[in-house]
T-cell receptor, first 118, second 112 residues
């Protein structure tokens, strides 16, 4: 498997523009997570999905952020309008609930998207 | 509040040393604990996962232990090498919910 795939790897945009980050989870995984990493705050969970349904979005900073998962193999995180304080590395991760006797929920991370908002 | 703490924040050792990285958590109702490695500008690579029912896990030169009663986990790296230089993060999955709570990481530098 190719692992978790994210695009783009780098994004530079001007304040006020819309930004869309994309993620393809590992095939067969039923959980998908979006994280943000900054020097000041470390790794923060933004939102996670189970079977394409958003379960917990309490980490989404504000209404400018939205996430969708239209199918099991694709998710987007959108920021509209973007602001300089949104500059960070955004990670997508996926995990599998597995069989009942082997539930580990081990998370696998993508390479991240480095977002710079000027 | 469920918190995960890693001490020290940074560590520098000469090549060949055995070393221990520490992770502590405030709530003992954990489901599992995962150790990750992150190289500069890269994503997180899962190193070891310990279920709450386990005491330790080993992979090559790495050994992770878990003591739920004291709220601690350690990552032991034997015979450290310059290639081990990276940031090591521990993350706890609690019984409730499926998110991970991350520690702040330990930045390790192994000098040749």
């Amino acid at each position: 498997d190719a692992g978790v795939i994210q695009s783009p790897r780098h994004e530079v945009t001007e304040m006020g523009q819309e930004v869309t980050l994309r993620c393809k989870p590992i095939s067969g995984h039923d959980y998908l997570f979006w994280y943000r990493q900054t020097m000041m705050r470390g790794l923060e969970l933004l939102i996670y999905f189970n079977n394409n349904v958003p379960i917990d979005d309490s980490g989404m900073p504000e209404d400018r952020f939205s996430a969708k998962m239209p199918n099991a193999s694709f998710s987007t995180l959108k920021i509209q309008p973007s602001e300089p304080r949104d500059s960070a590395v955004y990670f997508c991760a996926s995990s599998s609930s597995g069989r009942a006797s082997q539930k580990t929920y081990e998370q696998y991370f993508g390479p991240g998207t480095r977002l710079t908002v000027t | 509040k469920q918190e995960v703490t890693q001490i020290p924040a940074a560590l520098s050792v000469p090549e060949g040393e055995n070393l221990v990285l520490n992770c502590s958590f405030t709530d003992s109702a954990i489901y599992n604990l995962q150790w990750f490695r992150q190289d500069p500008g890269k994503g997180l690579t899962s190193l070891l996962l310990i279920q709450s029912s386990q005491r330790e896990q080993t992979s090559g030169r790495l050994n992770a232990s878990l003591d739920k009663s004291s709220g601690r986990s350690t990552l032991y790296i034997a015979a450290s090498q310059p290639g081990d230089s990276a940031t090591y993060l521990c993350a706890v999955k609690y019984d409730a919910g499926n998110m991970l709570t991350f520690g702040g990481g330990t930045r390790l530098m192994v000098k040749p």
